[in-house]
């Protein structure tokens, strides 16, 4: 809070009956003070009727940096609905929720989920300070619900430890990777589940500027690893990522069996912060990684990652890639593989770097054996089209 607000508690109702008699308080509160920014803490709050929204519009109209903070659900409902929420900052109060000893069910770039009851479960965010990342989820989630795609929508914003959570409701909701540890012998399926998702994403056309392009984060990797690259190979790698064309089909970038969830026989996509537009070969090599990348030369990774091993992680890989072509010729998947496994190693050394990862000893060998494969595949690709 910056030094000078003044900050003022509102407790029990604001209506009628004793709305002047608040706003005499306040006022003498604020007596001799200025134009300083005001914070009403809200806390306290139960109820506020008209007389009291025009209580905050004269106090609006002296204190243009006026705030409410600690709103609880039903205050703001009044708030929101009569505009007071567009016009001032509102912050409502959140309640708390535990994770302690809560079953982690996903896990994508920016946040981890539990399941908090069999009901529900709670994605909670890496950045403490989370509140524009999950309304830009939330955004995100509408947007892929209206374009069709199966999704779980928050209901709820809460309180997790030091950093905030969305709360969705996954009714007796199972992640592919908990139904491939406990099932393998349903693999197929799943693989046949995996990628209708896939091609259901990939087919969706989202209106033009409504996502990024995820080739700009695309053009950011190849910018931050081409140095460990000799010249000529550094630019033919820029060349072959630039002529991939815009294009406006979704792309859910982070797509993996953590973040795929079978409810009541349906299938269902969650994480949904990470949307954007592009190619699907971006796609393809974040599943590439996910699934074979990252374990590559640590076949432990994906024990730890996803819970199954890395045979299994190769074959469904295998099988996925295969579906998604739609094609049994073992040349044409391995050519495809080439060009996705060029975009997956830039993504991990870039990653890497910018980590420092390469300066362990495990990071080095890992660094070094993607570098050598990505020199050898760019000697033999001329376009990342697929």
Wanted: aromatic fraction near 8%; hydrophobic fraction near 40%; proline fraction near 2%.
């Amino acid at each position: 809070m910056v030094a000078s607000t003044v900050k003022i508690p509102l407790v029990g109702r604001i209506d009628m009956s004793n709305a002047a008699e608040t706003e005499k308080q306040i006022q003498a509160q604020l007596a001799g003070k200025g134009n300083v920014p005001v914070e009403l803490d809200a806390e306290g709050l139960e109820y506020i009727s008209s007389a009291g929204l025009r209580v905050l519009l004269r106090l609006k109209k002296d204190h243009p940096a006026l705030s409410l903070t600690g709103v609880n659900s039903a205050v703001y409902e009044i708030l929101e609905m009569t505009g007071f929420t567009e016009m001032m900052t509102v912050e409502k109060a959140y309640r708390t929720v535990s994770i302690d000893g809560c079953e982690e069910i996903g896990r994508g770039a920016n946040g981890t989920i539990y399941r908090i009851d069999q009901d529900n479960v709670v994605k909670v965010y890496n950045n403490a300070d989370a509140l524009d990342d999950i309304r830009h989820e939330r955004e995100m989630a509408k947007l892929a619900l209206i374009l069709g795609i199966p999704t779980a929508i928050s209901y709820d914003v809460v309180k997790v430890g030091n950093s905030y959570g969305s709360v969705f409701e996954l009714l007796n909701a199972r992640s592919f990777t908990k139904i491939l540890t406990d099932e393998p012998q349903k693999l197929d399926w799943y693989v046949g589940e995996f990628v209708k998702l896939l091609k259901k994403i990939h087919g969706t056309v989202v209106p033009e500027g409504k996502l990024k392009d995820i080739k700009e984060k695309v053009l950011y990797w190849v910018s931050t690893m081409q140095s460990c690259l000799p010249a000529e190979a550094a630019e033919k790698l820029l060349t072959l990522v630039q002529a991939v064309p815009h294009d406006n089909h979704m792309i859910h970038g982070d797509f993996h069996t953590k973040n795929i969830e079978l409810q009541n026989d349906e299938v269902l996509l969650i994480d949904m912060d990470t949307l954007s537009v592009g190619n699907p070969v971006f796609e393809l090599a974040h599943i590439y990684n996910c699934l074979i990348g990252f374990s590559e030369w640590d076949h432990e990774h994906i024990k730890r990652f996803q819970g199954y091993d890395f045979e299994t992680a190769q074959t469904f890989w295998a099988k996925a890639l295969a579906a998604y072509l739609e094609t049994e010729d073992e040349a044409e998947i391995r050519k495809a593989e080439g060009k996705i496994r060029i975009v997956s190693y830039t993504r991990l050394l870039s990653r890497s770097i910018r980590h420092r990862e390469y300066e362990t000893e495990t990071g080095s060998h890992e660094f070094g054996f993607w570098r050598g494969e990505l020199l050898k595949l760019l000697n033999k690709t001329d376009t990342l089209l697929i």
